[in-house]
Nanobody, 114 residues
Framework: QVQLVESGGGLVQAGGSLRLSCAASRIIFSISDMNWYRQAPGKQRELVATIISSGTRYADSVKGRFTISRDNAKNTVYLQMNSLKPEDTAVYYC?????????WGQGTQVTVSS
């Protein structure tokens, strides 16, 4: 059973930075998408950033502030978050989409204080 293990969340002041990491417990073949989602209290889960072979995509709310990257050899995806705002407070989830399956991390809390 493959697990995605997230790390890097925490409490930060507005304007600060955090870097999230998500690593698979073993190699996953044929990954097409690696994604970061977030879910704030009382809100639906939203897609924040996606990285595929041809490039990256971001939600409008994080463009210019967040950067998604991947290390294929390590089956790891990162989310560099800069200029954080209180509205970025949420549980962040990583998601790997492969040809055969869809994998999710357990979530990591990011809290941005004003």
């Amino acid at each position: 059973q493959v697990q995605l293990v997230e790390s890097g969340g925490g409490l930060v002041q507005a304007g600060g930075s955090l870097r999230l990491s998500c690593a698979a417990s073993r190699i996953i073949f044929s990954i097409s998408d690696m994604n970061w989602y977030r879910q704030a209290p009382g809100k639906q889960r939203e897609l924040v950033a996606t990285i595929i072979s041809s490039g990256t995509r971001y939600a409008d709310s994080v463009k210019g502030r967040f950067t998604i990257s991947r290390d294929n050899a390590k089956n790891t995806v990162y989310l560099q978050m800069n200029s954080l705002k209180p509205e970025d407070t949420a549980v962040y989830y990583c998601n790997f989409v492969s040809r055969l399956n869809d994998y999710w991390g357990q979530g990591t809390q990011v809290t941005v204080s004003s």
